[in-house]
């Protein structure tokens, strides 16, 4: 593995970050997960322009453009080709060593870009033929529309619904709203309509693109606020993500959701974005490897391999 490093390349045992880094001392930096296939990288333009805003919203200021951090992405992916099929590719940039270790020197500090890829982590196979167990946790990010190295909350969270047999956590907010998963946003079918919160929650480039397919579809889609109780109500519901981009929830905090299994309508969005990340980032001399890449991918059957939304969209 070679990793990216402020200009420069080096092997996985000797890429190495300051100590003295605010980046470790404090939490202070962003970053961006995306996926590649082989030689195809998914939305880097949506990628780029999340990374730039979160850098923007949490006060570092980028020296490099965004054209030279695009080159030094493909550079990167290239030098780890021998990591055949999928691969998770992430971006940090971190506020870099300043002239001291104190918060109020963070000002001074040069930002530090680095990249490292790895394996695609893969879901457990029982988890893919059942669906994810989830459950519901107080507990709120901060800034959540950055994504931040400070992911202490998620990390809690995370580890509490482990312990208690869950796959994943839902934040619940101090008004009683769910905000995301995780690592992921969430989504839901109620009443004929698939649900999304809109405040409170980072805007996942999976989720963006999982809208933009359910509006071209025709399902009517409300971005809104909603409550713990209405998402105890829903027909079904799945959360996205880079590493999990439509993941089928099934049951909620040890109730099943709707029918207690992956729902049609939930599946047929899986397949609608399968169909779009080959569309999107597929090259002619590429197409083969790449579709036969997404097809392993793919976790569950879709009906003839086509997206079909019964309607109204109720569990099946």
């Not at 167990?133 to 950055?146: M, N, W």
């Not at 509006?215 to 409300?222: E, F, K, M, T």
């Not at 980032?281 to 590429?286: L, M, R, Y």
Request: glycine share 8%.
């Amino acid at each position: 593995m070679q990793v990216f490093i402020d200009g420069a390349f080096y092997g996985e045992d000797d890429a190495k970050v300051s100590i003295f880094d605010h980046g470790f001392l404090y939490g202070n930096g962003v970053f961006t997960t995306l996926m590649a296939i082989d030689d195809m990288l998914c939305f880097v333009d949506d990628h780029l322009d999340r990374l730039f805003e979160s850098a923007r919203l949490v006060r570092i200021p980028i020296p490099w453009s965004r054209d030279q951090v695009r080159h030094w992405l493909y550079q990167t992916h290239e030098r780890n080709l021998e990591l055949a099929g999928r691969k998770r590719i992430r971006l940090n940039i971190s506020r870099g060593v300043g002239p001291e270790i104190t918060l109020e020197h963070g000002r001074y500090c040069r930002p530090v870009l680095s990249i490292i890829v790895s394996r695609y982590p893969q879901l457990a196979p029982e988890v893919a033929a059942r669906g994810m167990s989830v459950c519901c946790i107080e507990a709120e990010r901060v800034l959540p529309k950055a994504k931040s190295f400070n992911f202490l909350p998620s990390v809690l969270a995370y580890e509490e619904a482990r312990e208690r047999g869950y796959d994943d956590a839902l934040f619940v907010d101090r008004h009683g709203e769910v905000t995301e998963a995780t690592s992921g946003n969430v989504f839901c079918f109620l009443s004929g309509r698939l649900r999304t919160p809109a405040r409170m929650m980072l805007e996942g480039v999976t989720r963006k693109h999982v809208l933009g397919l359910a509006r071209a579809s025709g399902l009517p889609v409300v971005e809104a606020a909603l409550s713990r109780t209405e998402l105890e109500r829903a027909d079904e519901m799945f959360v996205t993500g880079t590493t999990k981009p439509v993941v089928p929830v099934t049951r909620l905090d040890g109730r099943p959701v709707g029918r207690g299994r992956p729902g049609a309508c939930t599946l047929a969005l899986h397949d609608l974005l399968t169909r779009e990340m080959v569309r999107r980032h597929t090259c002619a001399a590429s197409a083969t490897a790449a579709e036969d890449g997404l097809d392993a991918w793919s976790l569950w059957h879709t009906q003839g391999g086509a997206a079909v939304f019964p309607v109204p969209c109720r569990p099946s």
